[in-house]
């Protein structure tokens, strides 16, 4: 991952990857890749877009937040749809403890 300062609070990450699928004993490999914009909205406050994708797959957009709680513990939300027709959606819900 690559991730590089844009301005006053505002970061973006790129991500580029490989995988290895041995479920049925072929070797299936797939590059994966992703573009992210990170802003610190708030103090403790972070709000996210994102796009990613796989090779000869459907991209998926998404829109995040992050909200710190205290120095340990944050909680996220986000939400994803794919480009397919008809689209996948995808939402999460997260907590982090940082220790």
């Known amino acids: ?5 844009l301005g006053e609070g505002l ?4 991500n580029l990857g490989r995988s290895q699928d041995r479920g049925d004993g072929a070797h ?3 590059t994966q ?3 992210a914009l990170e ?3 708030l103090p403790g406050l972070d709000l996210m877009a994102e796009v990613v994708g796989e090779r000869h797959a459907d991209r ?3 829109l995040g937040l992050r909200w710190a709680l205290s120095d340990a ?3 996220n939300a986000s939400w994803h749809r794919s480009d397919a027709e008809p689209a996948a959606r995808m939402t999460t819900l997260g907590a982090k403890f940082t220790f």
Do not use: E, I, K, P
């Open 39 to 41: 802003w610190t909205a």
């Open 33 to 35: 890749w992703g573009l």
């Open 28 to 30: 299936r490999y797939a």
């Open 73 to 75: 513990w944050s909680v």
């Open 1 to 5: 991952m690559l991730t590089q300062r």
């Open 60 to 62: 998926m957009a998404g």
């Open 11 to 14: 970061q973006g990450h790129v």
